[in-house]
Nanobody
């Protein structure tokens, strides 16, 4: 069982940056693929970024490609989402998730086994 705790959200002006952290406890997330999703009010939970179980590959939604970077720090048992050039449309609750699915980096929420509680990101114009 893996427990995930997100942090790093907040209020930032458009063009600014934030780094979200996803700390894993209970067991190491080494061997799990990790993903970030976001959900704005009244909308579905959308895939943002993912990293493969071995950290070798990453995959991004078109809307964040070139602006966001996902990474793992295995020593700290923490996954990160670096968000640059933030836009008002990036405003949402951001969730990290872990999956044992290894075939590919999946954007499907249903494939993820463990979820964090979410952290709010608000980008003002």
């Amino acid at each position: 069982q893996v427990q995930l705790i997100e942090s790093g959200g907040g209020l930032v002006q458009a063009g600014g940056s934030l780094r979200l952290s996803c700390a894993a406890s209970g067991r190491t997330f080494n061997g799990y693929a990790m993903g970030w999703f976001r959900q704005a009010p009244g909308k579905a939970r959308d895939f943002v970024a993912g990293i493969s179980w071995n950290g070798a590959s990453t995959y991004y939604a078109d809307s964040v490609k070139g602006r966001f970077t996902i990474s793992n720090d295995y020593a700290m048992n923490t996954n990160y989402l670096q968000m640059n050039s933030l836009k008002p449309e990036d405003t949402a609750v951001y969730y990290c998730a872990a999956t044992t699915y290894r075939v590919a980096i999946t954007p499907l929420p249903a494939k993820y086994n463990y979820w964090g509680q979410g952290t709010q990101v608000t980008v003002s114009s």
